[in-house]
């Protein structure tokens, strides 16, 4: 019913700067929040950075100050521009969003499939 497609991921120096894009598609009549997550190796999945419908954001202590997170709502877009990376940056990034579907009024959790960031020293 609805694809979350990642685009964006791959590998860079420390310092380096990256932008993911997320694509959401299917039968959407509206999107809630828009958000990023990533799981690094042997590490639990954990919220990055989220973004309203409004536009308000959220982001993790660890990436504050360095990554930013967008939207356009007319082309159900989410992105993440991640400056000043860092190796423990690296994981792979996953786009989430809460959707309601046409012809529904309950909103569902859909999924990426996940893109790899690999920032080197």
């Known amino acids: 019913q609805v694809q979350l497609v990642e685009s964006g991921g791959g590998l860079r120096q420390a310092g380096g700067s990256l932008t993911l894009s997320c694509a959401a598609s299917?039968?959407?009549?509206?999107?809630?929040?828009m958000a990023w997550y990533r799981q690094a190796p042997g590490k639990q999945r954990e919220l990055v950075a989220d973004i309203t419908s409004g536009g308000t954001t959220n982001y993790a202590d660890s990436v504050k100050g360095r990554f930013t997170i967008s939207r356009e709502n007319a082309k159900n877009t989410v992105y993440l521009q991640m400056n000043s990376l860092k190796p423990e940056d690296t994981a792979i990034y996953y786009c989430n969003a809460d959707v309601i579907l046409r012809f529904s009024y309950q909103s569902n959790m859909y999924w990426g499939q996940g893109t790899q960031v690999t920032v080197s020293s």
């Open positions: 299917g039968s959407i009549s509206r999107i809630n929040t």
